[in-house]
């Protein structure tokens, strides 16, 4: 008993000691005077980590700190920058370069790094430093995915027992006969299902998979750029783009300002076999409800039953949840824990009303669930108070990623600015 007794004390001592080394290292790298430009709840700080990088997709950061990050246009040919800190001031000084392919997804797990194309999916042997072993050697897992052009981008998450979760975006925005055409009407069943529209499972330990070897994990998903593995409820969590255009496909049905508030951008917990609706069904955060689509005979009124499940979070419309995080560092303050950030890219259709989004946001999570209503937690990235037309956007947030001492990274892809938040209260 006392032999136990001495264990646990020593690793309560080892816990505090590493808790006091991970918030002494954020204190100790020096933020941005205006903390890049950023607005952040007190006792947050902010530092440009990387600048004109170009577009930087998704993004993470592996256990030595080194930062890499998905392009969505090729750099000298390359696809996937590696950053590095050579000096702790946290800021990046050295910039290498891999891959000869675009994309958005990009993880780490154990010993390997993940990165997709927009048709695949890919791994690289990592050694004990975090670096590539061969970037040569890049071992397809995943090939054949759709690419036709639209909500083309795959995004990817892993699980803790082998899986990868790819995301297959919808090759359009309500699976209208004529896509984006006034008054066309939805085929029924959606053609498009079969391949897209929803997230596709594969293990990670087997070579040229494709949809075959793959199995559909949850469909009724338009287009999912955000996705993590909540590893607290050991369960996969998406954020969907909703759909497009309610006023200009059906006037008679929606005024501009009803299309420019709906349908809701969602947040859901997803588990094997999961239907959330697309392209039948929309959600109405207003009303709390499940409504049908108008290509599917819809109004505005009619509402559909339980055969899909409901959002565990809803926000405005044409936000573009791009990013999906769920911190479980210990440099942030405690009721940040196992919470959800959010990197909304910014709308482009929410006129008459001014644009949206172009921030981070936080839902407060506990035993699972949101325990409140989500709160901007980042802002000033457009660097406009109202953004009116979104190539006014100074910069756009797109991916997230936490670093081994707890501190937020995220990614810009309109002039490639990486930025890191660490909490130095």
């Known amino acids: 008993m006392k032999k136990v007794t001495q264990i646990l004390v020593f690793s309560s001592l080892f816990i505090s000691m590493l808790l006091v080394h991970v918030r002494t290292s954020a204190q100790n790298i020096k933020p941005d005077a205006d903390n890049a430009g950023l607005t952040l709840p007190k006792g947050f700080a902010a530092l440009k980590v990387a600048d004109n990088l170009g577009r930087t997709r998704h993004i993470v950061v592996n256990k030595q700190g080194a930062i890499y990050a998905k392009l969505e246009r090729l750099d000298n040919g390359k696809g996937i920058?590696?950053?590095?800190?050579?000096?702790?001031?946290?800021?990046?000084?050295?910039?290498?370069?891999?891959?000869?392919?675009?994309?958005?997804?990009?993880?780490?797990?154990?010993?390997?790094?993940?990165?997709?194309?927009?048709?695949?999916?890919?791994?690289?042997?990592?050694?004990?430093?975090?670096?590539?072993?061969?970037?040569?050697?890049?071992?397809?897992?995943?090939?054949?995915?759709?690419?036709?052009?639209?909500?083309?981008?795959?995004?990817?998450t892993l699980d803790n027992a082998g899986n990868i979760y790819v995301n297959v975006g919808a090759p359009s925005n309500?699976?209208?006969?004529?896509?984006?055409?006034?008054?066309?009407?939805?085929?029924?069943?959606?053609?498009?299902?079969?391949?897209?529209?929803?997230i596709w499972q594969f293990k990670v330990d087997q070579l040229n998979q494709s949809y075959s070897s793959g199995v559909r994990y949850a469909t009724g998903l338009r287009n999912v750029v955000g996705l993590d593995w909540n590893n607290q409820l050991n369960q996969l969590f998406v954020t969907q783009h909703g759909r497009d255009m309610l006023n200009n496909l059906?006037?008679?049905?929606?005024?501009?300002?009803?299309?420019?508030?709906?349908?809701?951008?969602?947040?859901?917990?997803?588990?094997?076999?999961?239907?959330?609706?697309?392209?039948?069904?929309?959600?109405?955060?207003?009303?709390?409800?499940?409504?049908?689509?108008?290509?599917?005979?819809?109004?505005?009124?009619?509402?559909?039953?339980?055969?899909?499940?409901n959002p565990a979070m809803a926000f405005p419309a044409h936000m573009a949840p791009n990013g999906l995080l769920f911190y479980t560092g210990n440099q942030f303050p405690a009721r940040y824990k196992n919470g959800a950030f959010i990197a909304f890219h910014g709308s482009w259709n929410r006129s008459p009303l001014p644009q949206e989004g172009y921030y981070v946001v936080f839902v407060p999570y506990e035993n699972g669930k949101p325990t409140g209503k989500w709160e901007v937690f980042a802002d000033g990235f457009s660097g406009k108070s109202v953004v009116k037309n979104p190539r006014d956007a100074q910069h756009r947030p797109c991916g997230l990623a936490e670093g081994p001492d707890g501190s937020l990274y995220i990614s810009d892809d309109v002039k490639g600015t990486i930025y890191r938040i660490m909490y130095q209260k």
């Not at 990009?106 to 690289?124: H, P, Q, R």
């Not at 094997?272 to 697309?278: E, L, Q, R, T, Y």
Request: proline share 4%; glycine share 12%; with cysteine.
């Open 81 to 156: 920058l590696v950053l590095k800190d050579t000096d702790g001031d946290g800021r990046a000084e050295a910039k290498t370069s891999f891959g000869n392919y675009t994309g958005t997804g990009i993880a780490i797990k154990g010993n390997y790094l993940y990165a997709a194309s927009n048709k695949e999916v890919f791994k690289y042997a990592l050694n004990e430093n975090g670096d590539i072993v061969d970037e040569n050697a890049a071992a397809t897992i995943v090939t054949g995915l759709v690419d036709k052009g639209q909500h083309n981008s795959k995004s990817i």
């Open 174 to 198: 309500s699976c209208q006969e004529k896509d984006r055409t006034k008054g066309s009407m939805g085929m029924m069943p959606c053609p498009i299902l079969d391949s897209a529209g929803g």
């Open 250 to 309: 059906f006037p008679d049905l929606y005024d501009t300002t009803v299309s420019a508030e709906l349908p809701s951008e969602t947040m859901y917990a997803i588990k094997k076999g999961d239907n959330a609706g697309w392209p039948y069904i929309y959600y109405d955060h207003v009303k709390g409800k499940k409504m049908m689509a108008p290509e599917y005979g819809g109004d505005g009124v009619k509402t559909v039953d339980d055969k899909y499940i």
